[in-house]
């Protein structure tokens, strides 16, 4: 497995990201918005605790460690 | 907003493993904290979003891309091989960081993510006037 294989993987992931949140703009879908999916983790009592605690591990770990 | 970003430039001209980057990370982190504990409900209610009328699974397409995501990040990690072969997502991140400009924007986005996650959270009342969305108990 070559590093531009792995990279091209990481570049359709990074587009089907991209295209599901302007997907779901659209009017009419079977897909949740960015946004409704943020209030769903974040009203969810075990879902929330999960979610800041991957924020806070995310920012330790990109920024101080 | 302007301090946001005036404090995202300080904390990208740290170096990690230094004390001042924990220090400029973890003032955020306690802010979060805090802030959750002020502004959460003890009991939260649980908002679904309120699905297009042939949707029955709103969030099905983002719990497959996030597990695939999840999936090649580990397959990377665990891959045999130096990093520049098998980049994950902290590998990437930390060629980004390189540039301190980068790595402003990126802490940016992390604090304003944080914001935007405890606004979610936050207590909404009456639930069945929020945008889009509907209260449904636990």
Known sequence: MSSAFVYAVWAVLAVALFGAVLWSRASDVSIARP???LE???SGPVLRVVLVVGWMFAGWHLFAR | ???GAGYALAAATTSPFSWQADLLTAIPIGVLAVAAVMRWPARPRVRVAEPAAHATHPYRAWVVLLAVVAAWEIVQ???PGSRALH????SMADAVDRSELRK???FFVWMWLGVAIVRAGAARTPVSETDGVTGETA
Do not use: D, E, G, I
Request: aromatic fraction near 6%; charge should be positive.
């Open chain 2, 1 to 3: 907003m302007l301090v």
């Open chain 1, 40 to 42: 769903r983790l974040a």
């Open chain 1, 35 to 37: 946004s409704a999916v």
């Open chain 2, 77 to 79: 990690y665990a891959a």
């Open chain 2, 87 to 90: 980049p994950t997502l902290s």
């Open chain 2, 104 to 106: 402003a924007a990126v």
